[in-house]
């Protein structure tokens, strides 16, 4: 256990300090994993999530022929015509990046609204980088908001039994919801006052860019329909857990074969392809592997444990553990497992806190669950590597020529985070403490 927590810390520094070759050092240890025997052989391609690394790669692929039909520079002359200036832009793209996230998973949403961002910027001749920083962190907040948000809410609402309405209101009380909201109105105004100088007014030129091809356009909204789709689809439909990203690449093939059958060459195809980011997915891969390691060697079910425990028989303290820790622990390692392993401890936790305190076990389980959410899902917002959506908006400014620095994303998330958590934490306890 011991050797395989060293390695995991040393890769995540060394990921921090060398961020040009993180995929290459990602890679490098999910591989001394397997060697060290932290993670089986036969456990390799159960720990790595196809799904995500599907969907990144088709819809990364229908994003590149969407840019080439110049629907995304239309949309930012749409966006642009109707803001003042720099810094409302930027908060605008960041909300309605959110709004989209509450929906589709936030990897796809960045994925979308990068391109409109990067085409703005383009014409206004300004950095990107905090633009798309802004928007995958506002795509990573709305993921708790709803029960289809994130594949941790889907967790979440599985053991609780919430059905999609209960993320709204729950056991009469305004739930969830309400609470990442709230957050998202402070952290909005935290993106305000951090694009502060950010006061050029946006010309407006009346000219609008004409598409040359509404099919990319049309495939991302019944991508986006098929996802929200899928996730109200019953169990007994056994639909495959990679449905997500398998929709994703048979819709970039479609989109694939439409553009060769217009463009008659083999560059049609190539040429979209080769757009799609490798590094991303190489680094993703890797992170799946440690993680993998992790979990089977039995280091996050320990870190859990004495999350657990840390409150003793104090419910809010052991709400308050739980809300902060999960930011911090998130902050440096997928999400997606540990909730998976906290789930059944907060189970258990309340069902002894319930026979030593006589409240019923549900209503312990309540804000224990909700906070968890809560700190899992934002406290990847910390750290440039701390949530896929991060990885990913990183990766699309690497090809554009950017060099996001650590310091750069740590201006914008960790004050982003606090807004956003405080008042949920605070809303949590005060409609479901008991």
């Known amino acids: 256990m011991i050797p395989a927590m060293i390695i995991f810390a040393v890769t995540y520094v060394l990921m921090l300090v060398f961020s040009r070759v993180r995929p290459f050092i990602a890679l490098a240890s999910g591989i001394l994993f397997i060697i060290f025997g932290f993670l089986p052989l036969d456990r390799v391609l159960v720990e790595i999530d196809f799904n995500v690394l599907l969907m990144i790669a088709g819809t990364m692929g229908l994003i590149a022929l969407f840019i080439e039909s110049k629907m995304p520079a239309l949309l930012a002359d749409l966006v642009m015509e109707r803001v003042p200036n720099v810094q409302i832009a930027a908060v605008a793209l ?93 952290s909005a105004l ?10 050029s007014p946006i010309p407006k ?3 609008r860019t004409k598409v040359t091809d509404p099919v990319p356009s049309v495939l991302l909204c019944i991508l986006l329909a098929l996802l929200v789709a899928v996730s109200f689809a019953p169990d007994s439909w056994n639909l495959p857990d990679e449905i997500n ?62 999350l657990a425990h840390m409150g003793g028989g104090n419910i809010f303290l052991l709400y ?24 059944p401890v907060i189970g258990g936790l309340a069902i002894q806190l319930s026979a030593t305190t006589g409240v019923g076990a549900a209503l312990i389980a309540t804000p224990l669950y909700f906070g968890l959410l809560s700190g899992a899902t934002l ?41 956003a958590i405080v008042p949920a934490y605070i809303y949590i306890w005060l409609v479901f403490g008991v």
Request: with cysteine.
């Open 94 to 186: 960041a909300l309605f990046a959110g709004i989209i996230s509450a929906f589709v998973d936030n990897v796809a949403t960045v994925l979308m609204i990068a391109p409109v961002a990067l085409e703005i910027c383009k014409k206004l001749k300004t950095n990107p980088v905090p633009f798309i920083i802004a928007i995958a962190v506002s795509s990573n907040l709305q993921g708790a908001a709803t029960l289809v948000g994130d594949t941790t809410a889907i967790m979440l609402g599985s053991a609780m039994d919430l059905n999609f309405m209960e993320f709204f209101f729950y056991q009469g009380k305004p739930s969830i919801f309400f609470a990442v909201e709230l957050g998202a109105v402070l």
């Open 190 to 199: 935290i993106l305000a006052f951090l694009f502060r100088r950010e006061k």
């Open 205 to 207: 030129t009346g000219e």
């Open 245 to 306: 990203g398998i929709i994703c690449c048979a819709l970039m093939v479609i989109g694939l074969a439409i553009h060769f059958a217009k463009k008659r060459t083999l560059s049609a195809i190539i040429d979209p392809l080769k757009q799609i980011d490798y590094e991303t997915l190489g680094l993703l891969l890797g992170l799946f592997l440690m993680i993998g390691g992790l979990e089977h060697t039995g280091v996050i079910a320990k870190l859990a444990e004495l």
């Open 320 to 343: 308050t553990v739980i809300v902060w820790a999960s930011v911090l622990i998130s902050a440096f390692i997928d999400n997606i497992p540990y909730v998976a392993t906290m789930i």
């Open 379 to 419: 406290g990847g917002n910390i750290t440039p590597i701390g949530a896929s959506a991060n990885i990913t908006s990183i990766g699309i400014l690497r090809r554009q020529g950017y060099e996001v620095k650590n310091r750069d994303f740590f201006k914008i998330g960790i004050p982003f985070t606090v807004a």
